[in-house]
């Protein structure tokens, strides 16, 4: 895609592309878990591999095809403000409709896990420099990360009933022969990678005509490419099943640390010119106050929800 030069042709491509980014990132995990399970593999892996790098996959294209693009800032504060909208956006907004609990050992496998995935991503961004071995220390991260996830999931009967479940609940959706699924899924995959690239596309352009910096814009791409984390969010709440939005909003953090800043750093790498420390400890210390308010009686109020979501909107003016 060439470079677009007017606004409103960049507004367009941005709202095209995050559209059907969602739509068809979604599409394709769909058809991905139907062939994964037609092939046999078990609904724990399913969960953990196909289902988690799934919702991080709009995050992954746009970082990935940011750092070809040598514009290794906007890859990393893709990932850097998609952490953060998940742990006071999506969190905040999901307490704030309704009170958002979640099981101590959730908080003491996957919370910490989570923690451990931000600060490898904070010390590899924090000289300002990305190597592409460091890109490669990630994804070995990713590997131990699921390794760890499994396991659990494994000895954890209720996590892995609740991954039946999900699974289950995403194959009613197609029902269609496994050909036609591999041929549905390839084309979900191909209008995603279009699709992350008008996004990204368009949201450089209006970056060069507004004057933003890279960095500013990167954090405003992680957080449209959150959004379906809200959606989802929201949705279980209204079924009452919020330790699943704990749940997905620190194995979405975790694999955007790992394997989406991982990807990106391996891609290419680079000299970081505006993502600085401050923005980095702004994503741990958002974490951590997500973390000490669920475990004041280990659920998010209405009040905690309304203190994350102005966390949020003065992280953004703050990275701006």
Do not use: C, H, K
């Not at 709440?237 to 640390?257: M, Q, T, W």
């Amino acid at each position: 895609m060439g470079d677009i030069t007017s606004m409103p042709l960049a507004i367009a491509a941005v709202l095209a592309g995050l559209t059907l980014l969602m739509l068809a990132s979604d599409r394709l995990v769909v058809s991905a878990v139907r062939v994964s399970q037609a092939i046999g593999v078990s609904a724990i892996l399913i969960g953990a591999l196909v289902v988690g790098l799934g919702t991080s996959l709009p995050e992954l294209l746009v970082s990935v095809l940011a750092s070809i693009e040598d514009r290794i800032d906007v890859a990393m504060a893709n990932v850097v403000g998609s952490n953060i909208a998940n742990v006071t956006l999506v969190l905040g907004f999901a307490a704030i409709v309704a009170p958002v609990s979640a099981s101590r050992l959730t908080l003491r496998r996957e919370g910490v896990l989570m923690f451990f995935a931000l600060t490898g991503l904070t010390a590899v961004l924090w000289d300002g420099n990305v190597e592409v071995w460091e890109g490669g220390m990630l994804l070995a991260g990713m590997v131990i990360a699921i390794y760890f996830l499994v396991r659990w999931s494994m000895y954890d009967a209720a996590t892995e009933a609740a991954a039946a479940a999900e699974i289950e609940e995403m194959v009613e959706r197609s029902r269609g022969p496994i050909i036609l699924e591999i041929v549905i899924g390839f084309g979900a995959l191909v209008v995603t990678v279009v699709a992350a690239n008008f996004l990204l596309e368009g949201g450089l352009a209006i970056g060069r005509e507004v004057g933003l910096s890279d960095a500013f814009l990167g954090v405003m791409l992680g957080v449209g490419t959150s959004l379906p984390e809200l959606a989802t969010a929201v949705a279980a709440i209204r079924r009452r099943e919020s330790d699943l939005v704990v749940g997905n909003v620190l194995g979405s953090n975790i694999f955007n640390s790992l394997a989406v800043a991982g990807a990106a750093g391996a891609a290419g790498g680079g000299v970081l010119m505006d993502l600085d420390p401050p923005l980095l400890l702004l994503m741990l210390a958002a974490a951590l106050v997500a973390g000490v308010f669920s475990r004041t009686g280990l659920r998010l109020g209405r009040v905690e929800g309304v203190f994350l979501v102005i966390g949020f909107l003065l992280f953004t003016v703050a990275s701006y």
